[in-house]
């Protein structure tokens, strides 16, 4: 029972490059999340889907895009990397109005 | 604005020292209560929710409280294996969905 699956587990950019996270869960969850976390700052929501089908944007989501794909899978884009962006991602899901989000294991990105 | 507020932000226990760690919050409504442990380098994993003034729940060493300002996470002769950072997050409000604002966490060490 994989549960949420992000992948790649690492990685480094240099500024200005893209690159996509990939999440993935198998509980036949209706909603998705992405967050980063960083020191002193906590989890900040980026952006989240409610449902297949629609996204919205959440604490900070300048320099970020989402594709929630289909039920299953929900990606996160950076178009242009920056260093602000250091940091990790989690991907985590829930049931609609269901409260208790399940996350991934995490991206740690490093922007040179 | 939703604010969630940890303390302390690092605690040092002994093995067999109880504690408690103190998540205080302010929102609009508050539609639940959240803890979360997570240990380093793994995604949050959930502990407890609760959702209304008076409610207590246990797992283990651990009991979470919630008060209308305030929940805490009591840890009963706690044993290395304790040690992690606890997250506390806060749904609130009819249009959030099941959006969670976080506190940035308390870091918990229990020594031998």
């Known amino acids: 029972n994989a549960g949420v699956t992000q992948t790649p587990k690492f990685q480094v950019l240099k500024t200005g490059q893209s690159m996509t996270l990939q999440c993935a869960q198998d509980?036949?969850?209706?909603?998705m999340y992405w967050y980063r976390q960083d020191p002193g700052m906590g989890l900040r929501l980026i952006y989240y889907s409610a449902s297949e089908g629609t996204t919205d944007k959440g604490e900070v989501p300048n320099g970020y895009n989402v594709s929630r794909l289909n039920k299953r899978e929900f990606s996160l884009r950076l178009e242009s990397a920056a260093p602000s962006q250091t940091s990790v991602y989690f991907c985590a899901s829930s049931w609609t109005g269901g409260n208790i989000q399940y996350f991934g294991a995490g991206t740690r990105l490093s922007v040179l | 604005e939703d604010q969630v507020t940890q303390s302390p932000e690092a605690l040092r226990l002994q093995e067999g020292e109880s504690s408690s760690l103190n998540c205080s919050y302010t929102?609009?409504?508050?539609?639940?209560l959240f803890w979360y442990r997570q240990d380093p380098g793994k995604g949050p994993e959930f502990l407890f929710t609760?959702?209304?003034a008076g409610e207590e729940k246990e797992k283990e060493r651990l009991k979470a409280t919630l008060t209308k300002k305030e929940s805490f996470l009591h840890i009963t002769a706690p044993k290395p294996e304790d040690s992690a950072t606890y997250l506390c997050?806060?749904?609130?409000?009819?249009?959030?969905?099941?959006?969670?604002?976080f506190g940035e966490g308390t870091q918990l060490t229990v020594n031998p």
């Open positions: 509980m036949n969850h209706n909603s």
């Open positions: 997050a806060v749904q609130a409000g009819e249009t959030s969905g099941s959006r969670l604002t």
């Open positions: 609760l959702y209304s």
């Open positions: 929102v609009s409504g508050l539609r639940g």
